[in-house]
């Protein structure tokens, strides 16, 4: 790879009127080069360019991966950018084969070009995509754990999940969420017979995250609700009927 300077130097002797060959003998670059810095200057890039790396930053291709990957992130992600190292990790649980291949696909669409591992550990398996440009799609990155700093989204990604809340609802429900199933038993004509009904659970240390996650559900018409409980995290609660057909149709059980 050649610097501009010297292409510069190349083309400046030709235009006085030297042959390509003494050009290439003096400078010692081959005659190919010299004729292709004739018709562009610019050396080629080597990577696509970021969509946020630019004088006029995009969004992301696929906006509704996008949405999903950002919930993932937000539960189970997180990013390692440092020299000769740069990478966005997802940690999925192993017993889900679905789920894992979600988060690679959405990795995918979100930036095609970088390469994807998946590495496996007791009980779950970690997603990896390889490039350095993960910090500007996902700006949440920083310093210690999330539930210690503060998390707000950037206007263009805000503008994304009021676009595609559902696919931001189910990767944090993919992440830090689940759904169960609840019964009890009741007296019917003098015989006890099984009641079941389903629910869903999001659960997250970080307060931000949580009010990111209850506006999302707020903004598609889903009831919830907060438990009470003693830890620190904080569990937000699907139980009503019309509101867990609505997941179950966005959303539904992890696979």
């Given at each position: 790879?050649?610097?501009?300077?010297?292409?510069?130097?190349?083309?400046?002797?030709?235009?006085?009127?030297?042959?390509?060959?003494?050009?290439?003998?003096?400078?010692?670059?081959?005659?190919?080069?010299?004729?292709?810095?004739?018709?562009?200057?610019?050396?080629?890039?080597?990577?696509?360019?970021?969509?946020?790396?630019?004088?006029?930053?995009?969004?992301?291709?696929?906006?509704?991966?996008?949405?999903?990957?950002?919930?993932?992130?937000?539960?189970?992600?997180?990013?390692?950018?440092?020299?000769?190292?740069?990478?966005?990790?997802?940690?999925?649980?192993?017993?889900?084969?679905?789920?894992?291949?979600?988060?690679?696909?959405?990795?995918?669409?979100?930036?095609?070009?970088?390469?994807?591992?998946?590495?496996?550990?007791?009980?779950?398996?970690?997603?990896?995509?390889?490039?350095?440009?993960?910090?500007?799609?996902?700006?949440?990155?920083?310093?210690?754990?999330?539930?210690e700093r503060s998390i707000t989204l950037e206007p263009w990604q805000q503008a994304i999940v009021d676009a595609?809340?559902?696919?931001?609802?189910?990767?944090?429900?993919?992440?830090?969420?689940?759904?169960?199933?609840?019964?009890?038993?009741?007296?019917?004509?003098?015989?006890?017979?099984?009641?079941?009904?389903?629910?869903?659970?999001?659960?997250?240390?970080?307060?931000?995250?949580?009010?990111?996650?209850?506006?999302?559900?707020?903004?598609?018409?889903?009831?919830?609700?907060?438990l009470n409980q003693s830890r620190a995290a904080v569990t937000?609660?699907?139980?009503?009927?019309?509101?867990?057909?609505?997941?179950?149709?966005?959303?539904?059980?992890?696979?």
């Amino acid at each position: 790879m050649y610097d501009i300077s010297t292409r510069k130097r190349a083309l400046a002797l030709v235009g006085q009127g030297r042959s390509l060959n003494s050009v290439s003998k003096e400078m010692g670059v081959s005659r190919h080069a010299i004729t292709c810095w004739l018709s562009r200057l610019e050396p080629l890039s080597r990577t696509p360019p970021c969509v946020r790396c630019q004088d006029f930053p995009r969004i992301p291709e696929d906006p509704p991966a996008y949405a999903y990957l950002l919930g993932l992130y937000l539960g189970d992600g997180y990013i390692i950018s440092k020299p000769r190292q740069h990478y966005l990790m997802v940690t999925c649980t192993a017993s889900w084969p679905g789920l894992v291949d979600a988060a690679e696909d959405a990795m995918r669409r979100v930036l095609p070009e970088p390469s994807i591992s998946r590495l496996a550990r007791t009980g779950c398996i970690d997603v990896k995509s390889y490039t350095k440009h993960w910090v500007c799609l996902l700006p949440q990155h920083g310093p210690g754990k999330k539930h210690e700093r503060s998390i707000t989204l950037e206007p263009w990604q805000q503008a994304i999940v009021d676009a595609h809340p559902w696919d931001f609802i189910r990767g944090l429900i993919h992440s830090d969420g689940c759904r169960i199933t609840n019964w009890t038993t009741r007296m019917v004509g003098g015989e006890r017979k099984r009641y079941e009904y389903p629910r869903y659970f999001f659960t997250n240390t970080s307060v931000d995250i949580v009010r990111l996650f209850t506006d999302a559900l707020d903004k598609v018409g889903v009831e919830w609700k907060s438990l009470n409980q003693s830890r620190a995290a904080v569990t937000i609660s699907i139980a009503r009927k019309a509101s867990v057909a609505l997941m179950d149709t966005h959303v539904g059980p992890k696979h």
